[in-house]
């Protein structure tokens, strides 16, 4: 790749400066430039800057806080920081808060020109690792995982990171929000997926049966054992064990467990002498285990000793951002599974799903999508299909009415600017479902956030 393919962004309300470096450095980089933060932010969002160069004072304006906003942007930008005004104190600052290099004022030429093709390169260092970890989550959709918005992301990125080491993870969130999946990903992609998983739900199996299934007994450990039989624990040896709703494990089988994670060897029932396994633990509750412990139900010992790697699930509302995606996922999926292929997905569809409380998560929203096709008698979804849910005209979907505080008297731009914030922040910062709701269009919405500087 040549250097002028690399695009740097110049920003110095001093003009002699710029047309200086625009000279110095025209055969090297695609240049830009900038004397105010408007005007940077308008070409950094519209470029794939690689590098720039930021005059700590632009008139009236602080360079900083121009960085501060780039780094809300894109945390690693790669900025060199040029002023005639330098100090130790602004530029342990600057370097503090991530400035890759603060130069000062006369500029020597060598040493911008030695900065910039760090910082290019740095740039470069920064798209290849998010590039890796862009196909990292591309990789976990395949296993059924959707991560669009930051929050998933963020636990995807944890799940890459955990998925060879064999500490004790401890999944948590609201039920239907995907604790299984997770657990089964963690294993199908770290070291040990060449080996069994298994998954046992602690409140599914009654107690006094739920022991013998976890650690196995021997012949005529009780009425009924006529042949020995292997556990959970040791069916699973040299892989992964799923304990699922491990809040609803009972006292006595609490310490049991625990002596299992500490020895790392089971005792079967009927059996006196114990056996050796090598299993990997995940565990995963909806309720919460401190509370439990307050109460009694929940052994302390045993909850610091699950909880080494804590992943917490959100719930969907949290999530919005990935909920297009999940629909989508599961209407592929159940068109496949039930042989009705859907064409077209009204617009009034995703706004009916978006609109939904959905408390019970992605099992929810995927049972309401299967309904959905099953019952349709068309390629085509709309909001209709999903039975019962109808847009009312004076409570759009997940608008319940609230109000906002307007007083007699007080200023029409104000009143506007209050409604827009209030339904911005319903929408998720939604802008083209905000602009709906108010009834008008995404350029006005745009215009009266410019208006308001919101």
Known sequence: MSKLEDKILIIDDDIAIAESLRFALRKDYDLYFATNISEALKIYQENEISAIVLDLKLGNENGMDLYHKLREINPDVVVIIITAFGTIESSVEAIKSGIFQYLTKPIDLDDLRFSLSRAVEMDKLHRRVKHAEDDKLRNLENHGIIAYSSKMKTIMQTVNKIKDIDSIILITGE??????????????????????????????????????????????????????????????????????????????????????????????????????????????????????????????????????????IPSLRERKEDIPYLAKYFIDKYSLLLDKPIHRVNEDFFEAILGMELRGNIRELENIIERAIALNESDELRAIDIGGITKNKDKPYGIKGELIPVFIGENLDEIEKKVIIATLKKMDNNQARAAEILGITDRTIRNKLKKYNL
């Open 175 to 312: 039920s239907g929000t995907g604790k299984s999946l997770i657990a089964s990903v963690i294993h199908r992609i770290g070291h040990r997926k060449e080996h069994p998983f298994y998954s046992i739900n602690c409140a599914a199996i009654p107690q006094n049966l739920l022991e013998s299934e976890l650690f196995g007994y021997k012949r005529g450990a009780f009425t009924g054992a006529n042949a020995d039989k292997k556990g959970f624990f040791q069916l699973a040896d040299k892989g992964t064990l799923f304990l699922d709703e491990i809040g609803d494990l009972d006292l006595n089988l609490q310490g049991k467990l625990l002596q299992v994670i500490q020895e790392k060897k089971v005792t079967p029932l009927g059996a006196e002498v114990s056996e050796d396994v090598d299993v990997r633990i995940i565990t995963a509750t909806n309720k919460d285990l401190k509370k439990l412990i307050e109460e009694g139900k929940f052994r302390e010992d045993l909850y610091y000793r699950l909880n080494v790697i804590n992943i917490l």
